[in-house]
């Protein structure tokens, strides 16, 4: 099946095509959205932190920010610095040439002597950058170069029973087809790591599967939280769910039933096609922004409360198996499947309404975020401690 | 019988399905798979919407299974028609780390 896509000069496929004006630090944003507002095409990538930080926070920082570059919906990248951030623009800038052609510059505050000068060079970089991407045509590409991230959020009863298992579907043909299905939000997997495990395609991937919810569920004890015993919470039982498998379970059932190819870290690019597990929070803008970092196009979000949810490099589907909702938050939800709990559709039927609506906006159609401009972009920033309260 | 209630099973291994609207004591109702009856339950008490009914008859200590995979084994027998929840099942997974592969 073929999908029609901008091609990259690293060989991969964007499905949308944006310059992005990537801020290395909160310094750096506000001078990174005057360059935004002036061009046309572009979309501006604040920063939640990007100095000030150490060991892992750093870390993640500096491979998401390259991840972020690398994803294939972007044509190019403008890098604005303040200039002395931990970040180090001009060494990220030197990393991510090393990885792709792709079209980037920098620029930072100190080094071009203000707001107004870093703006001012940043606006025309950008606007011939644009120009550049204008000329970009969609080709007729093969469907298995679609890189799909997962999440869900605001869960209800409907959603382990409904949105989910028919995202799985989806997820299904998808890989079937050859493509790449990312699922997150390691919090949700505490409980299913066994059944997960056993779906791995080696011994490697297994332990990777098992390590990443033991770290996370150590690191949750050292804090004093225990989460197998906090789950279900008492609005879940009150919807029906009666175990912390159970819950997971409905999670987990938005990839599929594929084999697992592999486990990366937070804003890692898999190498493997099929079914990935990224290691992302539960927070879902957080989640979803390492899922961009990892080269996913494009996005499906289920929901049973709604959200309003977009990103500013991927087109987000939302859909929901409640139909009070969709009603309710018709201008925000994309996709209404609660068919799947009236019996008039299958799951499996529901999970092919998705696929088309994952075609269609793949070839262009815009989501409702995308109509309104969303942007939602957090870089999930670790544990770091500088003060106690 | 289209006004039967219906209850949805998620995977033909399972031995529980979900109710799509609140069954009362006593009420039939269709377990529907892949949008065809599989078959046909009488309720033993009031089952809230989304909640799980017991189509197969579960011994204490049974499996309960889900998806396909296994949600929980229960604490006493449920018979067929009975609300399966917090009351007559239990995790596996929680209390139970030294749990292998």
């Not at chain 1, 297994?206 to 197998?228: A, N, R």
Request: aromatic fraction near 4%; charged fraction near 25%.
């Amino acid at each position: 099946m073929k999908v029609k896509a901008y091609k990259r000069p690293d060989g991969k496929y964007g499905i949308r095509n944006k310059v992005i004006i990537l801020s290395t630090a909160g310094c750096a944003n506000e001078t990174a959205r005057l360059i935004s507002q002036q061009v046309r095409g572009t979309v501006n990538i604040p920063n939640p932190k990007g100095c000030g930080q150490i060991g892992k926070g750093i870390e993640i920082m500096r491979r998401t920010l390259i991840g972020l570059s690398l994803n294939p919906n972007v044509f190019g990248t403008i890098i604005v610095g303040l200039g002395c951030e931990t970040t180090q623009p001009y060494k990220l800038y030197e990393e991510i040439k090393e990885r792709s052609n792709k079209p980037i510059d920098v620029i930072t505050i100190q080094d071009e002597g203000g707001t107004l000068k870093a703006t001012e060079k940043g606006v025309k970089l950008a606007g011939k950058m644009v120009e550049d991407m204008s000329k970009v045509k969609r080709e007729e590409v093969d469907i298995s170069n679609i890189v799909l991230a997962t999440n869900c959020g605001g869960s209800d009863a409907t959603s382990g029973i409904s949105a989910n298992p028919a995202l799985g579907c989806c997820s299904d043909t998808l890989i079937n087809m050859g493509g790449t299905v990312i699922l997150g939000e390691t919090t949700e997997l505490i409980g299913t790591e066994h059944i997960l495990a056993r779906r791995a395609k080696d011994d490697t991937v297994g332990k990777d599967i098992l390590k990443i919810v033991k770290d996370l569920e150590l690191e949750f004890h050292k804090l004093g939280i225990d989460v197998k015993g906090a789950n279900p919470t008492p609005g879940n039982m009150k919807g029906g769910l009666s175990t912390l498998e159970e819950k997971a379970l409905g999670g987990i059932s938005k990839g599929g039933s594929s084999t697992i190819n592999e486990v990366v870290c937070y804003g890692d690019i898999p190498k493997s096609k099929g079914l990935v597990i990224m290691d992302t929070p539960g927070y879902d803008i957080e989640s979803i922004t390492g899922m961009t970092a990892g080269g996913a196009q494009i996005c499906i979000f289920t929901t049973g409360r709604g959200s309003p949810i977009g990103n500013p490099l991927m087109p987000v589907i939302k859909i929901t198996g409640n139909k009070q909702t969709y009603e309710k938050m018709f201008d925000n939800m994309d996709l209404d499947i609660s068919d799947a709990l009236t019996g008039k559709r299958s799951i499996n039927e529901c999970g092919d309404m998705i696929f088309h609506e994952l075609l269609d906006v793949c070839n262009g159609k815009y989501t409702k975020a995308e109509s309104y401009g969303f942007s939602d972009i957090c870089i999930y920033r670790n544990q770091e401690v500088w003060c106690y309260l | 019988m289209a006004d039967l209630k219906q209850a949805i099973l998620m995977n033909e291994k399972d031995n529980v399905a979900i109710v799509l609207a609140q069954i009362r004591n006593g009420e039939r109702g269709q377990v529907v798979f892949n949008k065809e009856i599989v078959v046909e339950v009488t309720a033993l008490e009031d089952i809230e919407t989304y909640h799980k009914i017991a189509i197969k008859p579960i011994q204490d200590g049974d499996i309960v299974y889900k998806y396909g995979e296994i949600i929980g084994k229960a604490v006493c027998s449920i018979g067929v028609g009975q609300h399966v929840h917090i009351d007559n099942i239990e995790s596996v997974m929680v209390g139970n780390e030294s749990q292998s592969v």
